[in-house]
């Protein structure tokens, strides 16, 4: 059975920087491309990054283009998203899912990340 696991959610501050995990287990992570997707309050799932199976090519949304950050361990069977320089509108809740955004058929559960004032 496919599980996606998220971890390091958080209040962080406007500015700061945090480092999301996606441990994944039921599948033979290494042939699979990931990818980060988010959903801030009262709006729509926006996807945030991509990353092809072994971990060579990654691709971000110009929203965040330059502050994130997506890499892949296949070794340990994880998906990171580092996000730098941390703005009210990274308030989200961000899953990681298996496959490209529009392929996705197994998805995570989803942290929230919301910033202090």
């Known amino acids: 059975e496919v599980h996606l696991v998220e971890s390091g959610g958080g209040l962080v501050q406007p500015g700061g920087s945090l480092r999301l995990s996606c441990l994944a287990s039921?599948?033979?992570?290494?042939?699979?491309?990931m990818s980060w997707v988010r959903q801030a309050p009262g709006k729509g799932l926006e996807w945030v990054s991509g990353i092809n199976s072994g971990g060579g090519s990654t691709y971000d949304a110009d929203s965040v283009k330059g502050r994130i950050t997506i890499s892949k361990d296949n070794a340990a069977n994880t998906l990171y998203l580092q996000v730098n320089r941390l703005q009210p509108e990274d308030t989200a809740k961000y899953y990681c899912?298996?496959?490209?955004?529009?392929?996705?058929?197994?998805w995570g559960q989803g942290p929230q990340v919301p910033l202090s004032s």
């Open positions: 899912s298996r496959r490209a955004y529009a392929e996705s058929d197994y």
């Open positions: 039921g599948f033979t992570f290494s042939s699979y491309g």
